[in-house]
């Protein structure tokens, strides 16, 4: 069974950092885009960001451009967000998604394997 199992959120203050990382098993992690998708309460899906297979190229939302960071380890199987200055608005549960070519939007059915999602709160 494929597996995208996130880690790393939890409860930070306005302007501080955040790391999380993906962990992909059971299907080949270099051949797939990797994007991040988050979920804030009371709001439908927001796509973050992508990477593609070879981290030559990569791709933030507006919002998040300059304080998020994304990356991939293919020897690791592990995909990651370096996320700075976060501010309350950031708070939401992270998804980690792969596809077999580069998505720009959250649409599910443009993915084909998502994580089960880690909370990012932001709150003083």
């Known amino acids: 069974e494929v597996q995208l199992v996130e880690s790393g959120g939890g409860l930070v203050q306005p302007g501080g950092s955040l790391r999380l990382s993906c962990a992909a098993s059971r299907f080949t992690f270099s051949r797939y885009a990797m994007s991040w998708v988050r979920q804030a309460p009371g709001k439908g899906p927001e796509w973050v960001s992508n990477i593609n297979s070879d981290s030559t190229r990569t791709a933030y939302a507006e919002s998040v451009k300059g304080r998020f960071t994304i990356s991939r380890d293919n020897a690791k199987n592990t995909l990651y967000l370096q996320m700075n200055s976060l501010k309350p608005e950031d708070t939401a549960v992270y998804y980690c998604?792969?596809?077999?070519?580069?998505?720009?939007?959250?649409?599910?059915?443009?993915?084909?394997?998502w994580g089960q999602g880690t909370q990012v709160t932001v709150s003083s």
């Open positions: 998604a792969a596809s077999r070519v580069v998505v720009f939007t959250s649409t599910p059915g443009l993915y084909d394997y």
